[in-house]
């Protein structure tokens, strides 16, 4: 393979992974279920992507998890977490990990979500509440599967009599920032964090009446529903807002 450096490569991305892992005994898929490879892209001094740049993959590691075949696919040998970096001519990517897995069958509720308690505030943008609700994705022999993505999606919102929401709430990861999918960890867990905003103005929490918002969780692999998807996830509402 021709490693010279393309004409004008100034810098190259991170590696472009077709998906977050890959499963033992298989090859890397997009989520669609199509074997992709891994790929780096270059840039000229201008910033612009050089398109017939040629790169190529290397697994790091001694312990082999994984080993990448001559057209940058990568194929997983054994469960755990390989170590990869790319090369363009004389630059290199970063090394990263990569988790070999077990192959997802299903999808599950983890721990129970911790009620959602509004602090009250001086309108419903400062009446705010979050709690997190949590998902195991599982191989056949109930394995955790690392690194699959989960999507999330909120199904039920509290609404009056007229069916008018009455409570404002939102999907969101680290510092509340939003989001509507996790990767799962080592455990083969995946969590997002739901955040309430308005308990100001729904009289179900105002009056101390319960209620809940609802979400529901689902996975893919080879661009098929993982057993159990849509699994749903209920965050209970508790009013302590005084009258």
């Given at each position: 393979?021709?490693?010279?450096?393309?004409?004008?490569?100034?810098?190259?991305?991170?590696?472009?992974?077709?998906?977050?892992?890959?499963?033992?005994?298989?090859?890397?898929?997009?989520?669609?279920?199509?074997?992709?490879?891994?790929?780096?892209?270059a840039y000229d001094g201008a910033?612009?992507?050089?398109?017939?740049?040629?790169?190529?993959?290397?697994?790091?590691?001694?312990?082999?998890?994984?080993?990448?075949?001559?057209?940058?696919?990568?194929?997983?040998?054994?469960?755990?977490?390989?170590?990869?970096?790319?090369?363009?001519?004389?630059?290199?990517?970063?090394?990263?990990?990569?988790?070999?897995?077990?192959?997802?069958?299903?999808?599950?509720?983890?721990?129970?979500?911790?009620?959602?308690?509004?602090?009250?505030?001086?309108?419903?943008?400062?009446?705010?509440?979050?709690?997190?609700?949590?998902?195991?994705?599982?191989?056949?022999?109930?394995?955790?599967?690392?690194?699959?993505?989960?999507?999330?999606?909120?199904?039920?919102?509290?609404?009056?009599?007229?069916?008018?929401?009455?409570?404002?709430?939102?999907?969101?990861?680290?510092g509340n920032v939003p989001q509507?999918?996790?990767?799962?960890?080592?455990?083969?867990?995946?969590?997002?964090?739901?955040?309430?905003v308005g308990f100001a103005l729904?009289?179900?929490?105002?009056?101390?009446?319960?209620?809940?918002?609802?979400?529901?969780?689902?996975?893919?692999?080879?661009?098929?529903?993982?057993?159990?998807?849509?699994?749903?996830?209920?965050?209970?509402?508790?009013?302590?807002?005084?009258?």
């Open positions: 393979m021709d490693m010279s450096a393309p004409k004008g490569a100034t810098s190259i991305s991170v590696l472009q992974l077709p998906s977050p892992s890959v499963v033992a005994g298989d090859s890397m898929r997009d989520s669609l279920g199509v074997v992709k490879p891994i790929t780096v892209i910033g612009f992507p050089i398109l017939d740049a040629v790169a190529q993959i290397f697994v790091t590691d001694t312990t082999k998890f994984a080993h990448i075949t001559p057209a940058a696919i990568l194929v997983g040998d054994s469960v755990g977490q390989a170590r990869l970096t790319g090369q363009v001519g004389g630059l290199q990517t970063p090394g990263i990990g990569v988790p070999v897995t077990y192959r997802p069958a299903k999808i599950l509720a983890g721990a129970p979500a911790a009620p959602l308690v509004p602090i009250p505030g001086t309108d419903s943008a400062t009446s705010l509440a979050s709690s997190t609700v949590n998902t195991l994705v599982r191989s056949l022999q109930d394995s955790a599967s690392q690194g699959i993505i989960v999507r999330f999606k909120i199904t039920y919102l509290p609404t009056n009599k007229s069916g008018t929401t009455r409570v404002v709430a939102y999907l969101a990861g680290d509507s999918r996790d990767t799962t960890d080592g455990s083969g867990g995946a969590s997002i964090r739901v955040v309430v729904d009289p179900n929490v105002v009056f101390g009446r319960a209620d809940s918002v609802v979400v529901q969780a689902e996975s893919f692999h080879n661009g098929k529903l993982l057993a159990g998807s849509p699994v749903t996830l209920v965050v209970p509402i508790r009013g302590t807002v005084p009258r």
